[in-house]
């Protein structure tokens, strides 16, 4: 029997579990069973699937499994762990998976929301009233879960959360949702986003860890439906614990118009680095003129495993995708970037291009840069590239004739080289805290070997 | 200030330098021209301390110390300044980053507190002016898309800022235009003190127009095997490499 195997057997009770309790509609219930029909089908997400092929995820899971148990922790009543240096803005703190601001759990966003309140709103999922929203609903039945983790985080899930965007809101202050791991044990959320015609907002998952948390595993789903003229900043920033285990997943549809700017970032906490993040965002441009940007920056280091997948498909005419990730790896990390564009047939006009660019500080370090374009159109423009490299000794030698000394020559060129990876957002605080939290991924990394 | 003796240097097994011999005094200007290949950049390169290049023979001393066992930090710190023939671009590093972290680590060396950014900008001001760059070029990424004078310009910038005791500028006629070249004329000629020196390394005469040396050198096969006034640099102007030669 294989790992993959048993690890999803350890977890069939677990969902069985999660999918009888009484308090899911029967719409969200019916939600819930497909996706683990589709898991079992599927399997867990691990090395036989193309998409997974850098990450044994399924292997890791199990691993997990032999020290703690897959269940999702529990709350932990009146937990007012906060993050720290996270951006000003319309906060919301999840600790555990687990919605912690009391307030806005109970729908009272007047003290949470501001001004804005009126703007956009915070429920969860299993109060939605279904004959209001048809649309979102039809969405969520149709949604094909091309990430087994999303299916597996749909079925497992104590709380989905609905983060709704009035039609033709624009939400001024950043909504900064804050993921905290401050325990053992595996944490799991799921938040859906739904923008509707014309709204516009900025908003930062940030997931972090205290010290406490110790070895965890956290399995974070979010999903956007961006309808049409619908624009959204997205930061995804990482920032795990040392020992921490990281599976997220992204997914987006856009419509008509719709924008979705990403800015990934991983600057993983806490000396003796071993956690691993895998972070995967799959993009579907369903219709004419939609727009996915996407940023990212991580520095690899110490025993770090991080991966980046993307999957962005062209169905609409006119769109554009573009994609940048910088990378840097140091010591005995691993760092991957992959993923494909996909273009449909019978398309016009579509733009697509896939770049990563990588360098490897040390000589145990590795990179597998690998983006792919899948064309079926003939009216496109589409690139794609990789580079994998070393730093440039003409750059680190004119930086040592000018009396900056090798570390702080180092230091520049590898801060620069990851600053091409930043998204500007438009909100200068917000670029600042980008920066910040590259800094503080570089600080981690040791620079080269002597 | 700069003394080098039987100065031999390879690259890649490949030996360039064969026996190098050259003094250098505080507040000289000294030019060495030479044809292609006879070891000028090698020269400049070994003494920034490229570790590139493989120092096989003879001393090098500067300012009383041994310049061959020092980083090229060190050396930059002690107040060797080399200029290059072609900078190399540094993207995603501004140039008001770079002169900072240039200038507080001189500062450093000199026991100095580091200026901030305010007080590096206001530093950078006169600079500008005087090597005819606009103030937008601080913001921009070092020497990326700059035009060849351009870099020529920032390279004068840095020797400006940092204030060497020996400037060593290798080609710094080479791709600009008469206006660019009576800048560096300008910026060297208003550096001359009796506590710096200069080590122009050039193919052609036009530069040395603008910035009359003490002493002009021929080095051919990696050795200097003539020296003399600005009437070498004449005579070379009317005979040639080869003229010489024979």
């Known amino acids: 029997m294989g790992a993959a195997q048993s690890v999803l057997e350890l977890y069939g009770p677990l969902i069985n579990a999660r999918l009888q309790q009484g308090r899911d509609p029967a719409w969200l219930r019916q939600w819930r069973a497909a996706a683990q029909q589709r898991l079992e089908q599927s399997g867990l997400p691990g090395k036989h699937r193309e998409s997974w092929h850098y990450s044994a995820a399924d292997l890791w899971l199990q691993q997990f499994s032999e020290r703690h148990s897959l269940a999702p922790s529990l709350p932990v009543a009146d937990d007012v762990s906060v993050a720290a240096d996270l951006p000003d803005g319309h906060l919301l703190r999840f600790v555990q998976g687990y919605l912690a601001d009391q307030q806005v759990r109970h729908e009272q966003h007047d003290e949470t929301f501001g001004e804005e309140r009126d703007k956009f709103s915070l429920q969860a999922l299993a109060q939605l009233d279904p004959s209001q929203s048809a649309e979102l609903l039809a969405w969520l039945a149709a949604s094909e879960q091309t990430d087994p983790l999303a299916d597996l985080i749909t079925t497992l899930t104590p709380e989905t959360w609905l983060l709704t965007v009035k039609a033709g809101a624009q939400v001024e202050n950043p909504i900064v949702i804050s993921h905290l791991a401050s325990q053992q044990g595996c944490h799991i959320g799921q938040l859906l986003v739904w923008l509707q015609p014309g709204a516009s907002a900025t908003l930062v998952e940030d997931f972090s860890a205290t010290p406490a948390a110790g070895e965890y595993l956290a399995l974070a789903h979010t999903a956007f439906k961006l309808e049409q003229g619908s624009r959204l900043t997205y930061a995804r920033s990482n920032r795990d614990g040392a020992d921490g285990l990281h599976l997220g997943v992204t997914a987006a549809d856009l419509g008509r118009d719709a924008q979705l700017r990403l800015q990934a970032l991983e600057s993983g906490m806490g000396a003796q680095l071993r956690n691993r993040v895998r972070n995967g965002f799959h993009a579907r441009l369903t219709q004419t003129g939609a727009e996915f940007i996407a940023r990212g920056a991580f520095a690899a280091d110490n025993r770090q495993h991080i991966d980046y997948h993307f999957t962005v498909e062209h169905y609409g005419d006119y769109g554009r995708s573009d994609i940048q990730m910088q990378g840097l790896a140091g010591a005995k990390s691993r760092g991957i970037v992959n993923g494909r564009i996909y273009i449909a047939q019978d398309t016009r006009g579509n733009d697509g291009h896939f770049t990563s660019h990588n360098l490897l500080l040390s000589a145990d370090a590795e990179i597998d840069a690998k983006p792919e374009l899948e064309i079926y159109a003939d009216e496109v423009k589409c690139a794609h590239g990789a580079t994998v490299g070393q730093l440039d000794a003409d750059q680190l030698l004119y930086l040592q004739t000018r009396g900056i000394d090798r570390e702080e020559a180092i230091a520049l060129l590898t801060e620069g080289f990851l600053k091409a990876g930043l998204l500007d957002s438009g909100n200068d605080e917000l670029n600042q805290y980008f920066q910040q939290r590259l800094l503080t991924g570089l600080k981690k990394s040791g620079g080269i070997e002597a | ?246």
């Open chain 2, 1 to 246: 200030m700069l003394k080098i003796e039987n100065l031999r240097a390879a690259i890649e097994g490949k030996e360039i330098l064969q026996g190098l011999d050259l003094n250098i005094r505080p507040g000289e200007v000294h030019a060495i021209m030479g044809p292609n290949g006879s070891g000028k950049s090698t020269l400049t390169r070994v003494l920034s301390g490229d570790p590139r290049y493989e120092v096989t023979g003879g001393q090098v001393e500067f300012l009383g110390r041994n310049l061959l066992e020092q980083e090229p930090e060190q050396r930059a710190r002690g107040g060797l300044f080399l200029s290059y023939q072609y900078p190399v671009a540094i993207p995603g590093v501004s140039n008001i980053q770079f002169l900072k972290a240039a200038v507080n680590a001189q500062r450093e060396a000199q026991n100095l507190p580091p200026m901030d950014a305010l007080q590096m900008l206001e530093r950078t001001r006169d600079g500008i002016k005087q090597v005819n760059l606009d103030e937008s070029f601080l913001q921009r990424p070092v020497n990326e898309g700059f035009s060849g004078g351009e870099k020529k310009r920032n390279e004068l910038l840095q020797m400006l800022l940092l204030q060497p005791h020996l400037c060593v500028l290798d080609e710094a006629d080479s791709g600009l235009d008469i206006d660019a070249l009576k800048v560096v004329g300008e910026v060297v000629n208003g550096m001359r003190a009796a506590n710096r020196s200069f080590l122009l390394i050039t193919h052609y005469r036009r530069l040395l127009d603008h910035i009359t040396p003490d002493h002009v050198h021929i080095l051919t096969a990696g050795k200097i095997v003539a020296s003399g006034g600005m009437e070498l640099a004449e005579q070379l102007e009317r005979s040639g490499y080869r003229g010489l030669a024979a």
